[in-house]
């Protein structure tokens, strides 16, 4: 038998990289101890367990918080590596035995919740032994993740071009500007994009990937909108939209599935804005089985019911 490094005789339990990477991804000791359902002093002893073992601190002081040194980050790491293994290995042994089991590790940028759901679904009743991991955010949330290789998959409307990264295009996101109905616009035969900016707009935050598309065609036209307010929600706008507030520029897949009621689409020459939605996934992470199998359902049948329901609506 090879024989043992110090720090592989002495890093033996795998709750501790799971409390490991638990306080990495929620950013301290107390979120990770609820996470988990753990006292704050039982995950402390097991981070302090855990420094003596490699003999370096984990985390220290930086600007009035705690963050991970960079022993603690490489830690971490390989503590994803090796939780990835035992779960790549139960989902072969699933596999062997005829199942389908295991976990789906899947982060999304917020517009993608309106149709990934309705991908979930009928994949889930296929295979009722998965467990599906879901997180949902802006475009710099889930990057982060990405970098972090805290999921399987990720959803991008538009994927960073600095990480390596493998990228399918599975799905057009158009991007249409909206009013409540009645609007004088709605009315009107098409408009040109300048039109719409004298009217008040509402416009996405900051790092949302929906903001990014359209404050780039804006510039490509020569045109600046009347920004009256800054909505963190897709939800938030179009209630805001429906309550008179203001016009706005949302994925038409915000509009699916149910979500149009008391809204109508503004024709306009220069929209709507071509954009698509992107499964992207690191390069250097394995692909479960489980990841593979919905991979592959999302080109085929997946894919197909999402741009039905598009095409009915628009």
Known sequence: ???QSRLHAHIGTLRQLEILLAVEEHGSVGRAAAHLHLTQPTVSMQLKKLADAIGMPLHEQRGGKREFTDAGRALAATAREVLD????LDMQLSDL?????????LAVVTTSKYFIPHLLGPFCARYPDVDIHFKVGNRQQIIQRLEQGND???VFSHPPDDIEIQVTDFLPNPLVAIAPEGHPLVRRKPVELSELASYPFLMREQGSGTRF???NHLRQHGVSLNVRMTIESNEAIK???????GISILSAHTLTFGGRAGLAEIRVKQLPIDSHWFLVRPVKKRLTLIAETFLQYLRTEGQQNVLAELRSEF
């Open 1 to 3: 038998m090879p024989k």
């Open 85 to 88: 293994s035992f779960a790549q």
């Open 97 to 105: 035995r005829g199942l389908k089991a295991g976990t789906l590790r």
């Open 152 to 154: 399987d998959l990720y």
């Open 213 to 215: 598309a359209i404050e």
């Open 239 to 245: 209630h805001a939209v429906m309550s008179g507030l």
